[in-house]
């Protein structure tokens, strides 16, 4: 806009071309008005504060909004209600938010766009064979334990779990049996006893015997056993005999004759006076065991 030169301004009388100055700025910089009443036509301006007031609603197309309060306002600009809300306080209720980058954990979110890695990220397990336990307030991380432990309740600790050595309910030098070959992790096997055989007692445990297992059932037979007279079942054996007398009539064989009247009469001998054995079958199936003491 052009400066208009005022004797204030100036401190002395304005000269003649100074007055035509003027004129010719008015003229230059001049609203003028239209045919209409009321209405006037700014081909250019420039509004540094003030107010524009009693105009018809600025188009969305020409830079308003197309109406004259807030609300229609935020319609024809396709606002929702979200519009409204500080940015500090935003509610959304239903609806979707898609295309952004992964929302934090430390605003709100798990900073991953999978179950699996969302999960991760919010577990707080750091090495394999870690598991999550509830300690009364948080979930946190029971560390995993070494090889060959189990995982018991034990309600000293924060979390009512601990790890301990398998079979943990056995007091130390405990001995069991185990059907393998080597003693299990947390046991030691004993050798002390080899090739026996087991005996079930109601007194007090104990070993005993000279003969090995599989000596004592290797046999096949009894020993060679030669029977004494003792040995010999009490016995008889009836003869029949006829007396011999003077008119010469011969006993019957075997007989010894005596006298004319008397013999004692006696059988053959039989048997040769040897041993003999019986057979056994002892091959009886069996399975192995070991003995292992608790360490």
Do not use: C
Not at 32 to 43: D, E, H, K, R, Y
Not at 175 to 196: C, E, S
């Amino acid at each position: 806009m052009s400066t208009i030169v005022t004797r204030a301004g100036k401190g002395s009388a304005l000269t003649h071309n100074e007055v035509d100055a003027n004129f010719v700025n008015l003229n230059t910089d001049k609203i003028q008005s239209g045919n209409t009443v009321g209405s006037l036509i700014i081909l250019s301006a420039t509004i540094s504060g003030g107010s524009i007031t009693g105009i018809t609603d600025l188009a969305v197309a020409d830079g308003g909004t197309g109406a004259s309060n807030q609300n229609d306002a935020r319609t024809n600009l396709g606002l929702g209600t979200i519009a409204t809300q500080n940015a500090n306080n935003v509610a959304i209720t239903g609806g979707s938010i898609s295309g952004i980058t992964d929302l934090a954990i430390a605003d709100g979110g798990t900073g991953a766009s999978s179950a699996t890695t969302a999960f991760d990220n919010l577990a707080p397990t750091t090495t394999k064979g870690d598991l999550i336990a509830f300690n009364g307030t948080d979930n946190v991380r029971i560390a995993v334990g070494s090889d060959g432990q189990v995982l018991t309740a034990n309600s000293a600790t924060a979390t009512g779990l601990a790890w301990q050595a398998a079979g943990g309910g056995f007091t130390s030098g405990t001995l069991m049996l185990f059907q393998q070959t080597a003693a299990p992790t947390g046991w030691t096997k004993q050798t002390t006893h080899d090739n026996k055989a087991l005996r079930v007692v109601s007194g007090s445990a104990s070993s005993g015997g000279s003969v090995a297992f599989t000596t004592a059932f290797a046999n096949g037979s009894t020993g060679a056993t030669t029977l004494t007279t003792a040995q010999i079942p009490s016995h008889s054996h009836s003869l029949s005999a006829n007396n011999a007398d003077n008119t010469g009539q011969t006993p019957r064989p075997g007989a010894v004759r005596n006298n004319a009247s008397n013999f004692t009469p006696s059988t053959n001998t039989e048997g040769g006076g040897g041993s003999h054995t019986h057979s056994l079958t002892l091959a009886v199936q069996y399975v192995d065991l070991i003995i292992a003491s608790k360490d």
